[in-house]
T-cell receptor, first 111, second 115 residues
Framework: NAGVTQTPKFQVLKTGQSMTLQCAQDMNHNSMYWYRQDPGMGLRLIYYSASEGTTDKGEVPNGYNVSRLNKREFSLRLESAAPSQTSVYFC??????????FGSGTRLTVV | AQTVTQSQPEMSVQEAETVTLSCTYDTSESDYYLFWYKQPPSRQMILVIRQEAYKQQNATENRFSVNFQKAAKSFSLKISDSQLGDAAMYFCAYYTSNSGYALNFGKGTSLLVTP
């Protein structure tokens, strides 16, 4: 099915561990995004990639790194996880004309 | 910092009634798009309605319509004939072309629909 695929769907990490959240889209979209969603805070932009080969910081980039591996894939890495990074993470993509496709989210718990 | 304000953390409506969710935003850009997204407990983000800022006519999608007041930077969502399936979190959002088309979200309004 066409869309945005995020893996994993759930993850529990210990403080200080690292992990990479994967995101892939098969719609040939130029732009991709990573958001985090916390209770009462809505979705906040972590990083985005307006096109292949470019990445930019969003509102809450600290503690994260990203890689736009190719046009399809945009990964989010936590180098040293902290409890404050417990959240639901969403990847999204768009063609820049105002239509977005979201992944189903990754629920990450850091203990 | 978030520049989309949804002043109603929670709203309640009876089935078949009408409810309006409020949203204000702040941008100095003239070219932007506004959105309402629905997020049910499944966490899926579902586009409800979309409005181009340059269009004066308010967007409508079946039972959903918006009241777009550009000068006031207000973008409210009206849900008519509310249904139990409308119960969800609703997020107002906008993007401008100078931010990589990244959506800027409000904190959301939780809508409860009672029988």
């Amino acid at each position: 099915n066409a869309g945005v695929t995020q893996t994993p769907k759930f993850q529990v990490l210990k403080t200080g561990q690292s992990m990479t959240l994967q995101c892939a889209q098969d719609m040939n979209h130029n732009s991709m995004y990573w958001y985090r969603q916390d209770p009462g805070m809505g979705l906040r932009l972590i990083y985005y990639s307006a096109s292949e080969g470019t990445t930019d910081k969003g509102e809450v980039p600290n503690g994260y790194n990203v890689s736009r591996l190719n046009k399809r894939e945009f990964s989010l890495r936590l180098e040293s996880a902290a409890p404050s990074q417990t959240s639901v993470y969403f990847c999204a993509s768009s063609v820049g004309t105002g239509y977005y496709t979201f992944g189903s989210g990754t629920r990450l718990t850091v203990v | 910092a978030q520049t989309v304000t949804q002043s109603q953390p929670e709203m309640s409506v009876q089935e078949a009634e009408t409810v309006t969710l409020s949203c204000t935003y702040d941008t100095s850009e003239s070219d932007y798009y506004l959105f309402w997204y629905k997020q049910p407990p499944s966490r899926q983000m579902i586009l409800v309605i979309r409005q181009e800022a340059y269009k004066q006519q308010n967007a409508t999608e079946n039972r959903f319509s918006v009241n777009f007041q550009k000068a006031a930077k207000s973008f409210s969502l009206k849900i008519s004939d509310s249904q139990l399936g409308d119960a969800a979190m609703y997020f107002c959002a906008y993007y401008t072309s100078n931010s990589g088309y990244a959506l800027n979200f409000g904190k959301g309004t939780s809508l409860l629909v009672t029988p």
